[in-house]
């Protein structure tokens, strides 16, 4: 069926709606192949063979065709790839040379037309430029964390290296300043997807497999580029997207009363991360509910709680879900269709937050993983730049965005300081438990907890 859609997708007499046809079964196909590893018996080899080839064909042949049609073409190829991945080492090893190349095809090192002032390049080509980077992405962070035995020191570099690359571009895109164009083509024909989004998208795999790789194998400059890019996308004034504007005037009137009542989907960039029920408060995660509802009906009964009958007595657990100014899908993160099974706790499937949000979950993770590994002076370079970032008076004129940022900024440093504790606590003694860095720390959590 897939095959069958591929083949109308180039007709000039195809109906409109093939498009979204192939990437439904490309979607589904994934889906099975994913259960592959639980269910191996009756499964011929030759089948996940074929899936391969026809990937790689299509990503062969989607440079012959216009960028409508490339983009269907390439994340068909590279959700196919993903979910590939899945199938773990013994499947993906003699292909991991082909792989490489794939993903280097894929993510190349910057070019001049990538820096030039972005008037070459129509809205749709970055856009696809974007969306086929993303896709990569994706099928690379499925590779680290179902095969990360395949995952050589040789390879793990030129992963990083690719990572890299990914890095630029995106930073290359937004550094271009293109707002006049980008409000003229918010939404792309085919994905209804605004350019803003796609940047935010490849931004999250980036960091997400960043994370997934880490960081034994990045240099020290790389850490500290990754540092600095994460702090200034959660935690400054200029990594709000929505209208400063209608933020202007909502703190100029005193109309905003709190990120957790909006409405937008997007709460002026606060993070989807939960820290509550961590940390050794007692949980009634994998209990089953009383009135046996699915999870759905739970989640829509909690996010439908009064929040003024609350107080503080109200048990932790139920915390969380009383206000919920952003809302995950599943349709947000189509790898949540080759989940890793390998452990083995009950798999639970976490809906995603939209792009925006999502790329600030990405990148608190980021920071936490990274910020305990840092040394001396790195540590409180970084500690520093978040704390200036959380005070700078650019925030006055936007008080809904300064509330995120302490929000956000919070959440990553206990993040930060639990990954610390658990993992490195005799390095992150002598470096965050310095008073050089306890010293613009402190100040911060006073104020933050008044």
Partial sequence: MLQRDLTSLLSTAAPSD?????LGHAYGLAALVAVIPERPLYVSHDVTAKVLDMATQLLKRAGEHDVKIASVEVEVAWTSIASLMSLGPNFVRPHLPQLLVLWRNALP??????????AS???????????????ALGAILCFLRHNFALVTLDVARRIASLLSNALSFANTFISQHMEDQLELALQVEFAGVSLRSREALLRRRVYQCFTA?????ITES??????QSVVSLFASPDGYVGSSTQAAIATSSGTFTSVWQSVDGYAYGVTFIETIDQG??????????????????????????????CDYHVPHTHLPQLRKPVLGACEHDPLFLCPDRTSSAEYRLLESPPPATAVVDAAIDLFAQLLPLQDLAAASRIVSQLVDSVRSVKLEKNTGRKSAVSINAAVALVLALRQATMSHFRH?????GSSQVTSTLAPFLKVRSS
Avoid at 222 to 227: G, S
Avoid at 282 to 294: I, M, W
């Fill in 428 to 432: 992150t003694r002598e470096t965050l």
């Fill in 109 to 118: 090192k910057l070019t001049s037309k990538d820096t030039s002032n972005g």
């Fill in 18 to 22: 093939v498009s979204l046809r192939a």
């Fill in 213 to 217: 790789l880490g960081f034994s194998s």
């Fill in 121 to 135: 390049r129509l809205a749709a080509e970055w856009t696809f430029l974007l969306h086929l980077r993303e896709c």
């Fill in 222 to 227: 790389t850490q500290a580029t990754l540092l």
């Fill in 280 to 309: 050794g408060v007692v949980t009634e995660e994998g209990q089953k509910d009383q009135l046996n509802r699915d999870t759905i009906g739970m989640s829509i009964d909690a996010m439908v709680k009064d929040f003024q009958t």
